[in-house]
C-alpha cells in the first residue's frame, strides 16, 4: 500500500512538471526570449536552472542576445579551465559588455596586444561599464596626443559618479581595479612601464582642499578617504584625474 502510493505520488510530480513545461513552452517566442534574458542578467547560475525547465527555454540560452546580456560576476577574471575561456569567448562574440572589458584588459595588459585590447576596452566603455570607461580613460592620458583629453573626460565622469555621495564608492572600486590587477604580476608588466614612460603628469598649482586632504589622508592606492567626503563640484578636478592615473600606474 505505501509503494503504491509512494508511485502514484512520483507520477503526479512527474506529470505536473511536464504540464508546467508544455504551460511554459507555449508562451511566445519574444516573451521567452525576455525572461531569459532578464534572468541572465541578474545570475548565471539562475540561467543555468533556467536551461532545465524546459527545451524551449535550453533552445533560447543560448541565443545571441541572452549571451550578450548575461552578468558574469561569477566568472573569474581570469578563466584557467578551457570550458570557461570558451564560455567568455562566446559572451564576447556575443558583444556582451563585461567580457568585451576582459578581454580588452588582458589583450592588453597580458597578450600585448594593445590595439586590438584598446578597441575591446572602448567599446566596453561605450556601454557603460564603469572598469572600462577608468581604465581606458587612464590609457588615453597616458598615451596622450589628441587622445588625452578624451580619456580625461572620460575618467573624470567615472570619479564623479563615484564621489557623487562619499568616498567610499570609489575607496571600494578601486579594490575591484586592484584586484584584477592582482592577476598580471603588475610590477613587471612590460605594457605597464612603456605607459608610465609615455604618461606625462599635470601637477595642480592650486591651493585647494582636495590636494591638501589628500596628501594628509593617502595610504596607499585604496585606502585613502575613509573619514573624508569630498563635494566633487569644489573639488580640484585636474589633481583627483591625475592622482587616479598615477595610482594605477604604481
Known sequence: ?????????????????????????????????????????????AVRNLRLVSKSFRR???????????????IEFLPWHENSAKFIERCT???????????GFINYFRDKLQDRGLEYLAEAAEKGIKEAKYVYGVILIC????????GFEILSSVIKQLMSTTMNEL????????????????????????????????????????????LVMNRGWYLFGD???LDFSSACELYLVHHEVELFLR
Not at 533560447?60 to 561569477?74: A, H, N
Not at 562574440?93 to 578581454?103: G, H, I
Open 1 to 45: 500500500m505505501v509503494v503504491s502510493l509512494s508511485l502514484h505520488a512520483s507520477s503526479s510530480i512527474r506529470k505536473s512538471k511536464t504540464k508546467a513545461s508544455l504551460c511554459l513552452d507555449s508562451l511566445p517566442e519574444d516573451l521567452l526570449v525576455e525572461i531569459s534574458s532578464c534572468t541572465g542578467a541578474s545570475s548565471l547560475s
Open 60 to 74: 533560447i540560452c543560448d541565443e545571441k542576445y541572452v549571451f550578450y546580456r548575461l552578468s558574469l560576476k561569477e
Open 93 to 103: 562574440e556575443s558583444r556582451n559588455p563585461e567580457a568585451l572589458f576582459q578581454k
Open 143 to 150: 598615451l596622450g596626443g589628441k587622445t588625452k583629453q578624451k
Open 171 to 214: 575607496v571600494e572600486f578601486r579594490y575591484k581595479i586592484q584586484k584584477i590587477r592582482y592577476g598580471f604580476w603588475w610590477s613587471d608588466n612590460t605594457v605597464v612601464e612603456q605607459l608610465k614612460t609615455a604618461y606625462v603628469s599635470e601637477k595642480c598649482k592650486c591651493d585647494c582642499k582636495t590636494r591638501m586632504l589628500l
Open 227 to 229: 573619514e573624508t567626503d
